[in-house]
């Protein structure tokens, strides 16, 4: 489990540093998780897992993806939303109103029957 720790602070592109950070941890504890036989608390495996959106099975074991996809794409979406101005951020919700009517129009379409005379199949 150590190794996948360093694997993943390093594949978000974190110093141990930043990594402890954002788990309410220093520095040196992270250090300390990284090392090879160095035991992980439970606490911590959670701590880990929640923050950024590991698939705790993967941490534990090595076996599947390393993130929850879905959730992946949530906390980038959220720290992206972070960064922006507050004018932004505002734009930025209703830019995604709009595409969820869309979405919403696109489906009525689809499951309503096609209307007579509209469309007339295609003949060679």
């Known amino acids: 489990m150590n190794n996948r720790i360093r694997e993943l602070r390093k594949a978000l592109d974190l110093s141990q540093k930043e990594f402890a ?11 300390y998780m990284e090392k090879s036989g160095a035991t992980v608390t439970e606490q911590n495996i959670k701590t880990i897992c929640s923050q950024f959106s590991v698939n705790e099975h993967w941490l534990r074991t090595g076996n599947g993806k390393m993130f929850l996809e879905n959730e992946k794409k ?3 979406f959220f720290e992206i939303f972070d960064e922006l101005s507050p004018a932004l951020q505002d734009y930025l919700i209703k830019t995604a ?17 096609p209307h007579k005379g509209k469309c007339k199949p295609y003949e060679e």
């Open 97 to 113: 109103r709009d595409l969820l009517d869309t979405q919403s129009r696109m489906k009525e379409e689809q499951t309503q029957p």
């Open 21 to 31: 950070g954002k788990i309410g941890l220093k520095q040196n504890a992270i250090s």
């Open 74 to 76: 949530q906390r980038e």
